[in-house]
């Protein structure tokens, strides 16, 4: 039996309730022997990281959110020399702020970003305890999952069935990690390609033009279908580059590409078709 | 005194109490929030959570069934970040704790004189300031409020309390002078205009009538309406992510996620991506700031050529369609409002506008509003705010699904027309209770629109028509009105409670520059903090926040559910602070109108009162409401059947008439044709007006040449207008301050890419944005959320003044926007949609010029701090 906390990406409206919740029980607040204070500024035991995705005029935003994956097999706690490191019974990692030495060896070995901060003023590493002073008293929520508006974070024990189902349907931040994280996510961020087709001789935006996305390396193919502006969303789509192949009765089909999608998503912007 | 709540502290010795932590400014609350304190401390601020001390059986929480699917409440209120952070701004180093003079203000220098033992008006917003005792505060604020009047007469004094404040009942932070004003002989009020309702106000109400506001009025059961009936939504340039915050909290957020479930498609319409087009958009319609007026007329031109819009409609609900047509077909003026025509004002292409036309005639569309936004704030905003309203009655207005529809000030005006979300029981009224002053006040024969204050001091004879008071009606706007008023006195004397004009309003240097003349012979402000207006007053009053002081509360806003709650205090008032009602109740004293002023009623006699008038005392004893803390209010029953929005006018136009002359929409305004027949900026048939006697700030004018870019400056999303813009743990977000290379956390300024290439601005960089009323700093924030030709940044961030008037470097983007109003006879703002340029700021050369303010102190991680302007340690 263990604490377990699901972010849902798809629901997250980025307020940062969150993030600030956490700095609201945290700051100037003293939760030894769970945590001392965490600064005023800089630390993030929960980030929401802002995305920026695309260009103009197709542009998404999403919230991604980095916090202590709390593992079953934490690398922080054999990294730890001072074994200030610990798990408790109900799973949850945690950095004693008075056995910490301030060796900052959990920080290098720890494999996911914006997780660990290091106090100067103190001398110790800090991190999301999960609220387990809190919880202790009988809390079933931390702050942050307490201040989410939307539902996108929820937390729990992975013996009730509801969370089971949930953990069930999500997915691990870095799932070729052998870590057995206790943080899981729904709707992690996949590429998209988009565009819009239109007749320039008409000026008219083309509904219903098939749009269909080859990957170069694996031949695997995404194909949509443009809406009443002509624009088309391939989604979901794996890292990779792809060519595009954008056809309509009556006109001539047009090839493009390939488009990277390997590190962002690409909006491949106002595309013309001619009539046949 | 025994402690208001009396339930005991929880076993780790926390005891929970429920605070309105919001900033809608008058005594009708939202936000609640649960505060836990220990041994005189704030541990959290957290969601109030419903359930803590009654059942779902008991509050039966309301249940929306829409499309197969259902939606319910919360189990706590949808607090956003600004409540939860709250903390930080109750413990500001912006805070004011003790009475502080202007160290070159010398009360006993005449009026005008300037040096050792002067007045020095002329330093107003340069000079530091000095701790005194509140017993010299009080001999000099009472002494030049006799001198005053004896000189000039009582309405010599302005009284400015209408400005964006705290949330208090009792200790009302906005106008408590206004009855002491009143006892003391008389005064001249400020009168708020009509902001982020401008457009509607001074424009739609000519359409529909729709009073109080000039939005839809009746607003009821919209929310289920949409959920049932509408097939699209178009967002209209407004934010229902950020605007709302403040006001209500985050339940429009949930609906709009369950309206994309439900598979209602959602569109907005903004020059930017804004926080909620961010992550509820079907897709972007990017367009100019200001100009949808034009993409209103060519759709309209689209649905008229192709007969797509309701005729039979028009024909029994509409009066002087024909005068429209003729103005959109080109009839009138040779011009074809065509989606070509359209295309090059508003940067929306062509074919995009036919396309949208199209779909908004083929689904069943409501427009989404919730204030501000770019779509409302700029000049002549009259004319898109008419023409939505225009283009939303050719399609029907009033049927199911087709209305205008607002996701904010649900619990605002004490009626169930308002109330879009499932109506509750009961809407609690603290008014009895509540001792600021409201938006229906006013003050004949002497008073001055806000916007037209700058004008008023400085050219000291003006006059304007209406405004008589934030809630005037329709008819209020044919009246004609001077300054000063019949027998009464020019301004002499300045009393502003929760100042922040400057940073919130339009022609703020001309604001700075006013209020240094040497006829404003005293200037006092009241405020928690030292920031924005304050830095120009003579003596300043130090006050408490709304968490440091006994109170009654409510939460009317959520859409949840309604509560209300009484208030105790959460820590004790910093320093020597006082709140608003006590600061007034102690100069009261001095002028012997104590007892007059508060009715020899106490703070514990008023919060009693509050809780008897509140329309709930029959539901639960004081004691039970003190031992619990809250009181839930359930939904009405039957809320189901309350009729949607305006669909008793859809179905019975005659015997549901509206309030316009012919109760009728008047596609060709009757009243402003019969009062205004030759005003060509407010014309009786709404219009695209790209410049006119007031403004000239679109592109392609003259003006553009020289400052090419359009500026959007939205309601913040890290704040309340000009509040919250200290809270640390919101400035090191990077879409709330933008932190140079200089250390100095900028506002930050959005630009596309390209824009910020063509100028050779990196993300990060320090950049001056200016035209010809001044120049204010930002950071450069390069980002694809924002259209080329237009750069945005948001209205509130903390005046800091490099040169007083002329430059300020803390983002107060509201220094230059347009001193003139919405057009000639209509006196709003118009502070989004006006002409500027960008350059990377030659810092150098500032520092070298201005030593002075760059030496001023200024905190590291929180911005411009009190340290930073008094004379020696705080």
Known sequence: ?276 | MEPLITRPPNAAGEKTLVRDISWCGVHNGANACMVDVKDGKIVRIRPARYYDQYTREEVKPWVMHARGKSFEPSDKSLAPPLSLAYKKRVFSPGRVRYPMKRVDFDPKGAPGSTGPGGRNAQNRGVSKYERISWDAALDIVAAEMLRIKETYGPTAILNQSDQHGENKCVHGPHGCMRKLLRLFGGYTLQVRDADSWEGWWWGSKHVWGCEPVGQQMPQKNLIYDISKNAELILHWGCDLETTVWGWEGQLPSRLSYWWTELGIKQIFIAPDVNYANAVHADKWIPILPNTDAALYLAIAHHWMENGTYDKDYIATHAYGFDKFEDYVMGREDGEAKTADWAAPICGVPARIIRALAKEWASKRTTIVIGNGGPGIRGPYATEPARLQVLCLAMQGLGKPGCNQAKMIEWGLLDDYEQESPPAPSIIPNLHDAYTGGTPMDTNHPSFIPKSLVPKALLEKDIDWYGNEHEMARREDQFIHYVYPAEGCSRIHMIWTDSPSWITCWNAGNDYAKAVRQDDIEFMLAQHPWLENDCLFADVILPINTMLEEDDIGSDLFSGQMNLLFPEERCVEPLGESVSDYEAVCMIAERLGLLEEYTGGRTIEDLIKIGYENSRVADKISWEDLRRKGYWVVPPMEGWEDIPAGLIEFYEDPEGHPLSTPTGKIEFFATGLAEHFPDDEERPPVPKWIPKGVTHEETLGTERSKKYPLLVMSNHPRWGVHSQHDDITWFREIPTCKVTAQDGYQYQPLWMNAADAAARGIKNGDIVSIYNDRGVVLAGAYVTERIMRGTIGIDHGAKYDPIEVGVIDRGGAINTIVPRGITSKNACGHAVSGFLAEVEKADMEALEAKYPDAFARECHITAGPCLAGFMEGRV
């Not at chain 1, 020399?81 to 950095?95: F, M």
């Not at chain 1, 919880?135 to 939307?150: K, N, Q």
């Not at chain 1, 870590?179 to 709707?187: A, C, D, I, K, W």
């Open chain 1, 1 to 276: 039996m263990g604490k377990v906390l699901i972010i849902d990406l798809a629901i997250c409206n980025g307020c940062h309730n969150c993030q600030i919740a956490c700095k609201d029980e945290h700051c100037a607040n003293d939760w030894s022997p769970i945590a001392k204070p965490q600064p005023d500024t800089g630390q993030f035991w929960n980030k929401v990281v802002e995305m920026e995705r695309g260009s103009v005029p197709k542009v998404q935003v999403t919230y991604h959110h980095s916090i202590c994956q709390h593992c079953e097999d934490a690398p922080c706690m054999k990294a730890c020399n001072a074994g200030a490191i610990y798990r408790r019974a109900d799973g949850i990692v945690i950095i004693d702020p008075n056995k910490c030495k301030g060796n900052q060896l959990c920080l290098e070995a720890c494999p996911y970003e914006n997780v660990i901060y290091f106090n100067d003023d103190l001398n110790i590493a800090q991190k999301c305890t999960f609220c387990a002073h809190l919880i202790d008293r009988g809390w079933t929520e931390t702050r942050c999952s307490d201040a989410c508006p939307t539902g996108a974070f929820t937390f729990g024990d992975d013996t009730d069935p509801a969370i089971k189902a949930k953990v069930a349907a999500a997915s691990l931040l870095k799932p070729g990690l052998a870590t057995r994280p206790r943080v899981y996510y729904m709707n992690l961020p996949k590429k998209w390609v988009a565009g819009a087709v239109y007749d320039p001789q008409a000026d008219e935006c083309l509904e219903g033009a098939t749009v269909t996305a080859t990957n170069t390396a694996t031949g695997a193919k995404v194909t949509v279908s443009t809406d009443n502006y002509g624009d088309f969303w391939l989604k979901g789509l794996e890292d990779g580059s792809y060519t595009l192949l954008i056809e309509k009765a009556g006109y001539l089909a047009k090839k493009l590409g390939p488009v990277d999608a390997t590190a962002a998503d690409q909006n491949v912007g106002d595309v013309e078709l001619w009539k046949a």
